[in-house]
């Protein structure tokens, strides 16, 4: 923030004072469908400090002058009703104002012939990214559509509503983050066709990366903003992440093995990228990291990070670790296996002397395997002792926010589950807990953030006859008979504990009433990990 910035802020933190109010920073502060007053533009525009929202609410950002009283006689003048003052920003009520001017139907940005409109669209678009990192989230959603642009921010895994721009200002912002922000400036932004590029921004001191893709939809087009990384943030460990202590003593093990492939799967968005960033936290700084990645995510302090060109053959996935076995590397990231030739890149990695890690998209953490067949690695090398290490696969679950969660039996809109649920947790049902009347400390979600669930399990020699035999069902029978448990029991335990929203873990695992409820040993084979300890 720049000085002139900090100081006008401080002014209107005084008048906020005074009139009991706050003072309005970003498009989050207001009602997404509140707009400004046509009746009242031009005027506004005149005086360039000042705009008046349809509900009658008057922005400014010099709250003490005489333009709020004369906009409130203006106002009378016209029969509109004056709402309250609020000190604003100069920044956001010229960005009002400008996103209220009439558009042209069906006008495309050309960024090459109004510098101004340019510039007034890159500002915007900084303001955006900066209000969705303030809000902590992880996506930015553009759907600009014939008559307006929904803006909607995703945060721990929920998509909500942030404001609402007329639909050219969607179509410029865009534009300009194609054409003028991203890494490889494409020479013209086409909504027609599905575009990628990833974007680096430097906002409020903090170096910003995102990823951008866009998709052409009926009536317009959606973009999204992937918040990759701010610079600032901490890579968190497995236990910040959800892991048990077992779980975390199994993959340590992993982590320090000389050589073969630790994998983890989960669906899109279930925190793969982070789990390896907290994995790669405990390899000792005498190895050598390099990671393969479509784009880098997740800043890494002991590892070379190489970024994937999909648009040349020798920079993709297969190609850069062929390279990387030619660096004297000691661990291998490859970001994802997306085919054949990359999962080839991992065997002959991994049976050569490298400890190997990557993502997969499975559902449980034995899917992996045959996934791994499917990609068309055979079953008898994937059983090899020097290949498969541990399988992990994780799913994020939401928390309850504990200022506004409410005891399930409270809650008049669960009453209707409230048997089925008390068969399956019992006496522990009077601590099952339920997202209730959503406060400003959750930004109106109920959840205060997500917790990995997920199950690990350690490749022993058993485990390895069984991949050989492609035999999932007897595998994990093998498994629960020494104590592993899946994602169910896990899922349990949390909701038993009050920690998450059961309705949210039916969403995840199904019906809980359906579930054959065990013994709840949470982590993944807790006698192997007991014996790794001794």
């Keep these: 923030m720049s000085t002139e910035s900090q100081i006008e802020l401080e002014q209107l933190s005084k008048f906020a004072a005074i009139a009991s109010s706050k003072v309005y920073t970003s498009h989050a502060d207001l009602d997404p469908k509140d707009h400004p007053m046509q009746e009242m533009l031009d005027w506004c525009e005149k005086q360039g400090d000042i705009v008046v929202m349809r509900s009658g609410l008057i922005l400014s950002s010099n709250p003490s002058s005489r333009s709020v009283q004369n906009c409130k006689i203006v106002m009378g003048g016209k029969g509109l009703r004056a709402g309250k003052v609020v000190p604003t920003t100069?920044?956001?009520?010229?960005?009002?104002?400008?996103?209220?001017?009439?558009?042209?139907?069906?006008?495309?940005?050309?960024?090459?012939?109004?510098?101004q409109s340019v510039s007034l669209q890159q500002q915007r678009l900084?303001?955006?990214?900066?209000?969705?990192?303030?809000?902590?989230?992880?996506d930015i959603h553009l759907e600009v559509r014939e008559d307006a642009t929904y803006v909607r921010f995703r945060r721990h895994g929920e998509l909500y509503l942030h404001t609402e721009w007329p639909a050219r200002v969607g179509r410029e912002?865009?534009?300009?983050?194609?054409?003028?922000?991203?890494?490889h400036a494409i020479t013209h932004f086409n909504p027609l066709v599905p575009q990628n590029a990833s974007m680096p921004l430097h906002i409020e001191d903090m170096d910003i990366r995102l990823r951008l893709a866009s998709l052409p939809a009926h009536g317009g087009f959606d973009v999204v903003m992937r918040i990759l990384t701010t610079g600032h943030e901490q890579s968190m460990t497995l236990d910040e992440l959800g892991y048990t202590?077992?779980?975390?003593?199994?993959?340590?093990?992993a982590t320090q093995m000389p050589y073969g492939t630790v994998l983890v799967a989960g669906p899109t968005g279930s925190g793969k990228t982070t789990t390896l960033a907290a994995c790669m936290q405990m390899i000792s700084d005498d190895r050598k990291i390099y990671t393969?990645?479509?784009p880098v995510e997740k800043l890494i302090s002991n590892a070379t990070q190489v970024p994937v060109n999909t648009e040349k053959e020798d920079r993709d996935f297969a190609g850069l670790g062929r390279a990387a076995l030619r660096?004297?590397?000691d661990v291998i990231v490859l970001g994802e296996l997306r085919d054949e030739d990359t999962a080839r890149v991992m065997m002959r990695a991994s049976i050569t002397g490298h400890l190997v890690f990557s993502t997969i998209h499975t559902n449980n953490a034995t899917a992996i395997v045959t996934r791994l067949v499917d990609m068309g690695i055979s079953q008898n090398l994937l059983g090899d002792p020097n290949v498969l290490v541990c399988l992990i696969c994780q799913r994020l679950l939401p928390k309850l926010c504990l200022e506004c969660a409410v005891p399930v039996t409270q809650s008049a809109a669960h009453q209707p589950n409230l048997q089925r649920w008390a068969e399956v947790f019992g006496d522990k049902l009077s601590q099952v807990h339920v997202r209730g009347k959503h406060c400003k400390l959750c930004n109106h979600t109920g959840i205060s953030g997500r917790t990995v669930v997920a199950e690990v399990i350690w490749i022993d020699e058993q485990s390895r006859y069984f991949i050989q035999k492609c035999d999932i069902l007897g595998w994990e029978k093998y498994l629960k008979e020494q104590g592993w448990s899946g994602y169910p029991d896990q899922v349990l335990r949390l909701v038993s504990e009050g920690v998450c929203d059961p309705v949210d873990a039916e969403k995840l695992i199904g019906d809980l009433s359906a579930l054959q409820t065990h013994k709840m040993i949470y982590g993944t084979t807790a006698k192997m990990a007991k014996e790794y300890s001794e």
């Design 90 to 115: 100069s920044a956001l009520v010229r960005l009002l104002l400008a996103g209220a001017k009439d558009e042209e139907a069906d006008k495309h940005l050309d960024p090459t012939s109004d510098p």
């Design 126 to 138: 900084r303001m955006l990214v900066a209000e969705g990192i303030r809000e902590q989230i992880s």
């Design 173 to 183: 912002v865009s534009a300009v983050a194609f054409n003028r922000e991203t890494d």
């Design 245 to 253: 202590a077992d779980q975390i003593k199994l993959i340590h093990r």
């Design 292 to 294: 393969i990645e479509d």
């Design 327 to 329: 660096m004297d590397p």
